[in-house]
T-cell receptor, first 114, second 113 residues
Framework: DPKIIQKPKYLVAVTGSEKILICEQY?????MYWYRQSAKKPLEFMFS???????DNQTASSRFQPQSSKKNHLDLQITALKPDDSATYFC?????????????FGPGTRLTVL | GDSVTQTEGPVTLSEGTSLTVNCSYE??????LFWYVQYPGEGPQLLFK?????EKGSSRGFEATYNKEATSFHLQKASVQESDSAVYYC????????????FGDGTQLVVKP
């Protein structure tokens, strides 16, 4: 059974719209993350959470808002979508939040903005 | 800031030949170093990590030694298989940057039968 679920797998949106990317992990981990993968930047850190608290944010734009309703959920809301937001978004988790921590990645959501 | 530089791909090899993917890093701290592998349509998977200088990590026949003096973490495998075809990412994490992982640009490996 998949341990990190991301929904949907593929998403097409129009410029200016809003979408929510879903992530749930069933590994019992306490820290969760979002990364973005595009042609320009292969794997780029976006956010990290530990026990549902924001620990780090490397996304310049406030259009990207993580939402953690439960310890094992970390969704990503993206508003006012732009074609440049087209990328694959990966959710990851680790047992603890630390520089030694092994992060496990989900299968990704591929977002295309037209 | 932290950075990771690795061999530019694609690297094309025949089955049974040896692999070296170079990785150099820059950081002011003492990082944990990682190698991740990504297969098409999947998220990256941890191959192994090495938290301490001068130690070696290994998994599935791949290995790398954390060389603090040379700031390198080269990935090697003695004999590659077609199933090793994937993209390999060298990465680091340290305290100074809130424990986030910095990834290199990735090296695509293509192994021909």
């Amino acid at each position: 059974d998949p341990k990190i679920i991301q929904k949907p797998k593929y998403l097409v949106a129009v410029t200016g719209s809003e979408k929510i990317l879903i992530c749930e992990q069933y590994l019992g981990h306490n820290a969760m993350y979002w990364y973005r993968q595009s042609a320009k930047k292969p794997l780029e850190f976006m956010f990290s959470y530990s026990y549902q608290k924001l620990m780090d944010n490397q996304t310049a734009s406030s259009r990207f808002q993580p939402q953690s309703s439960k310890k094992n959920h970390l969704d990503l809301q993206i508003t006012a979508l732009k074609p440049d937001d087209s990328a694959t978004y990966f959710c990851a988790s680790s047992h603890d939040w630390g520089f030694y921590a092994e992060q496990f990645f989900g299968p990704g959501t591929r977002l295309t903005v037209l | 800031g932290d950075s990771v530089t690795q061999t530019e791909g694609p690297v094309t090899l025949s089955e049974g030949t040896s692999l070296t993917v170079n990785c150099s890093y820059e950081t002011k701290q003492y990082p944990t170093l990682f190698w991740y592998v990504q297969y098409p349509g999947e998220g990256p998977q941890l191959l192994f990590k090495v938290p301490k200088a001068n130690e070696k990590g290994s998994s599935r026949g791949f290995e790398a030694t954390y060389n603090k003096e040379a700031t390198s973490f080269h990935l090697q495998k003695a004999s590659v298989q077609e199933s090793d075809s994937a993209v390999y990412y060298c990465a680091l994490s340290d305290r100074d940057n809130n424990n986030r992982i910095f990834f290199g640009d990735g090296t695509q490996l293509v192994v021909k039968p």
